[in-house]
């Protein structure tokens, strides 16, 4: 599976952006799936996971009631609509699919995408 992650920028505090993960190769909907990121000198961080047939979403306490992560697998998409933006979002987020078989929300990730940059000024 080869993802591509996109819809990164530059918006204010309280704005919204909406990152869109595009998969090819294998079957992406036989997949749970998930968003990361990773803020300058600190480690990658877990934000939010669907299910494989989007049925099931689990979220960070950080990012709950504000992002929202979700998927249309007619399109080998999953997107993470991100609300109410604070600086602390500031990050490279990835995408990554998840290893089938890995528990939920998954325990391990097999592919995973380039980072978009998402930087939120205050």
């Known amino acids: 599976v080869q993802l591509q992650a996109s819809g990164g920028g530059l918006v204010q505090a309280g704005g919204s952006l909406r990152l869109s993960c595009a998969a090819s190769g294998r079957t992406f909907s036989s997949y749970d799936a998930g968003w990361f990121r990773q803020a300058p000198g600190k480690e990658r961080e877990f934000v939010a996971a669907?299910?494989?047939?989007?049925?099931?979403?689990y979220y960070s306490d950080s990012v709950k009631g504000r992002f929202t992560i979700s998927r249309d697998n007619a399109k080998n998409t999953v997107y993470l609509e991100m609300n109410s933006l604070k600086s602390e979002d500031t990050s490279v987020y990835y995408c990554?699919?998840?290893?089938?078989?890995?528990?939920?929300?998954?325990?391990?990730?097999?592919?995973w995408g380039q980072g978009t940059q998402v930087t939120v000024s205050s």
């Open positions: 990554g699919a998840g290893r089938v078989n890995s528990g939920w929300p998954p325990a391990v990730y097999e592919y």
């Open positions: 669907i299910r494989w047939d989007g049925g099931l979403t």
